[in-house]
């Protein structure tokens, strides 16, 4: 079983920057693939973005060259840097961990994300 906790969310203005975190408990979080995805009100949960277990990352088209996922395994968290942020980036963002190849799959509890002046 694993647990997420995400922090980092808040209200930001337009172009500024947030840094989002998910911490994992658990064993084997090396083998995990971390992902955040993002769901804004009345809408579906989309994918922002995953890095593996082996580092590779990707990214949807609308954050790219603007967000950097990244993960610290020795402290069993994801990060997600967030750069030149737009109103339409205003979403609850959610932590993702999955196992490929198997049905492990955990989410997080979310974490507010406003852009707004």
């Known amino acids: 079983q694993v647990q997420l906790v995400e922090s980092g969310g808040g209200l930001v203005q337009p172009g500024g920057s947030l840094r989002l975190s998910c911490a994992a408990s658990g064993s084997a979080f090396t083998l995990y693939t971390m992902g955040w995805y993002r769901q804004a009100p009345g809408k579906e949960r989309d994918l922002v973005a995953t890095i593996s277990s082996g580092g590779l990352t990707n990214y949807a088209e609308s954050v790219k060259g603007r967000f950097a996922i990244s993960r610290d395994n020795a402290k069993k968290t994801a990060y997600l840097q967030m750069n030149s942020l737009k109103p339409e980036d205003t979403a609850v963002y959610y932590c993702?961990?999955?196992?490929?190849?198997?049905?492990?799959?955990?989410w997080g509890q979310g974490t507010q994300v406003t852009v707004s002046s």
């Open positions: 993702n961990s999955r196992l490929p190849n198997t049905l492990a799959n955990y």
